[in-house]
């Protein structure tokens, strides 16, 4: 198919495609002549990928492009791919002391005891979640310390149901793509449901 | 205390206190000579929920009003207050054709009935759930439905956690404060828990 057809069978304006070309996160296509090259169904694929890594995951260009490169390695693991994806999507970023440092990170290794985490020091993931305990603490709400288990088990049952559904999407690019869907609109989805749960249980537990 | 006390003492600025007072947020002080006034312990409360629920929940200042409104009514339940405030946070606005909505709505119809939820028709929630719903679909994600039960089982168990938590509290204000801090920066914690989980989940389902 030609730019334009390309263009519309993916979503994806001219200028755009243009654009994820000339950073290298789209090979060329077959040129038929000088001015003119013909695309196929991988380059939909990719360029479905593209943008959901970029408009739905937020990652920069630069984090895109390492995320491609892992997936056109083959002898990398669909789980590397998946680390490298994580790595690109923006996280909490806050500034905390020591103290507030130390008493997150006690907090996080008892929770990885329970949960049977491994939790690689220094990985972003680690570090966002020592923001978000840190950002209770400083307004004087460490009162989710006592839900702070539930939210962990929470976590592992949802996380594994999300891998095994990702997982049957067969291909390494469509198992990321659905990481990254999965990822942003299910932290959407997460929220929408606790707040209709929270109702429930508010009229369960505190309503006449 | 004097006004440059309760600002120390709460953490909010003599100019935002001034226009928390005009826009009704806060009584005034005990007059002591005519451009003098006195606060007191009230007053910090007051003014520690009104800055959670602006800068944290996100409310406009109408909501907050009605927040506060039915805080000082005495015969309304907490149950009552946090479902005002519930209404006031910000939700997902998607605009959806009749036959995705009639899709989403279908689907949770389904939940509620597994869930055992009420689900007022036209709640903002349940119009927020139809958007996340409709999202994913549009994108041709729906492998998400493989996960929708255990997504809000999970958002279930984590909700009752933060009712109990949050109820201990104590009075209305401070059950308010907390539900309202709960809300917001438990949607942080519970997605970064989420990724930390998804990359343990990763490993043991797809790592070598």
Redesign the interface.
């Given at each position: 198919m030609r730019m334009a057809e390309l263009s519309r069978e993916s979503g994806v304006s001219v200028a755009t495609i243009k654009y994820y070309q000339r950073e290298g996160l789209l090979p060329p296509g077959e040129l038929t002549s000088p001015n003119q090259a013909r695309y196929g169904a991988a380059h939909i694929r990719r360029l479905k990928l593209v943008r959901?890594l970029v408009e739905?995951g937020g990652l920069s260009v630069a984090a895109v492009r390492e995320v491609l490169a892992r997936i056109d390695e083959s002898d990398a693991?669909?789980?590397d791919v998946?680390?490298v994806v994580?790595q690109g999507?923006p996280?909490?970023r806050v500034d905390v002391d020591a103290a507030d440092r130390e008493w997150a990170r006690s907090l996080i290794d008892t929770i990885a005891a329970e949960?049977?985490?491994?939790?690689p020091p220094g990985?972003p993931?680690?570090e966002?979640?020592i923001g978000?305990?840190c950002?209770?603490r400083e307004?004087g709400?460490e009162?989710?310390l006592?839900?702070l288990s539930?939210?962990?088990?929470?976590?592992?049952?949802?996380?594994?149901?999300?891998?095994?559904?990702?997982?049957?999407?067969g291909s390494t690019e469509a198992v990321v793509e659905?990481?990254v869907?999965?990822?942003v609109?299910?932290?959407?989805?997460?929220?929408?449901?606790?707040?209709?749960?929270?109702?429930?249980?508010?009229?369960k537990?505190?309503?006449?």
């Open positions: 959901a739905i693991s669909t789980h998946l680390g994580q999507l996280g909490v949960r049977g985490w491994r939790l990985s993931v680690v966002s979640l978000v305990l950002a209770f307004i709400h009162w989710v006592d839900a539930c939210y962990a088990e929470s976590a592992d049952r949802v996380a594994a149901a999300d891998i095994d559904a990702v997982a049957r999407l659905g990481a869907i999965g990822t609109l299910g932290d959407a989805l997460l929220a929408t449901l606790r707040r209709v749960a929270h109702a429930e249980a508010s009229r537990r505190l309503g006449d």
